[in-house]
């Protein structure tokens, strides 16, 4: 070979070794304005929340949507706002835009049944967190969330230290919609129920339950008419910390707010503001980062061919005032 042709094929060369660098940062784009490791695009996760008013499901959804970056994957985040028949016609969508996997907090645990049938039908596998599915229309590949049973011991046990000496009438303000809150009140009420088995002196009444829609203003209302209908209460245990401070709020407005008291249940800011201010006793906490982040890593999993459990649960663990005093998200004094 002669120098000219030496020197063409050497040319040659470096032009296509140029095109191909030119053409990488296009196929890693999108994983270049994640911050993380160059990953390419590898597909998209759609994400049906049950509300994103509520700070709890948001920390879920952002810890998702970060957690599916680091692997490539895009999360499509849409809010139900708790109404079955819009959590279905969002399933619905992302069948059509054929997502690779289908992320739900149920806002029914039986109803959503049909639509997690029909994502199953054109191959898109279904996960949930928090809320669990509890149907037998669909298949779900893994669900992640609290052990609200367990949290709810927690929160019975907390109620039987606070009344064990005097006991009293209490009430509950549920959700029970929602399977995670009927598990947490499964564990509230067994704790009550082997506590006045021991003891008929301090015996803990639960005089009633009411919905309280898992919202403050509902819970409000709802507070204020047990309230009214019982002037002796003692306490109240709340599935929530939106409906622990619409029963603070009831009570508040009846002059009453220092002759009951309220637990609650999941340890978002506000409810961990009102557990440093003494409006709140205490709360078995949640951990929703957690269980964003573990079920993106169980989807991967499954991606991947390995083995996953259908079930992942993460224990809570009560959070008093001490607590608060010492917790680094509340030390920036920023809290109102």
Partial sequence: MNRLSVAFVLVASLL??????????????????????EVA???????????????????????????????GYEVLIVSAERDVKKQADQVGEFIVKEVDAIVLNPCDSQSIGPAIQQANAAGIPVFTNDMKYDGSQGTVICHVATDNYQGGKLAGQAMVKQLST???????????????????VQGFREVLDAHNARSSISKI?????????AV????????????????DLAAIFA????????????????????RVTI???????????????????CDPIQFPDRIGQTTIEQMMRYFNGDEVPPEILIPSALYYQEDAQHDPELASGTAS
């Fill in 41 to 71: 695009l590898r597909g998209t996760i759609g994400f049906s929340a049950l509300t994103l008013t509520n700070p709890f499901f948001k920390t879920i959804a952002e810890t998702m949507q970060a957690e599916a970056r680091r692997h």
């Fill in 166 to 184: 005097s006991g009293g009438k209490v009430a509950i303000l549920h959700f029970p919609q929602a399977e995670s809150c009927q598990l947490r």
């Fill in 263 to 281: 637990i609650g249940f999941d340890g978002q800011l506000i409810g961990k503001q009102a557990i440093r201010d003494g409006l709140i006793l």
């Fill in 16 to 37: 296509l070794a140029g095109c191909r660098q030119q053409a990488q940062p296009a196929a890693l784009n999108a994983a270049a304005q994640t911050g993380d490791q």
């Fill in 239 to 258: 599935i929530n910390d939106p409906s622990a401070l619409g029963a603070r709020a009831a009570l508040e407005a009846s002059g009453k707010a220092d």
């Fill in 216 to 231: 403050r203003d509902e819970s409000f209302k709802a507070a204020k008419d047990i309230i009214e209908s019982f002037p």
């Fill in 205 to 213: 009444d639960i005089v009633t339950t009411l919905d309280g829609g």
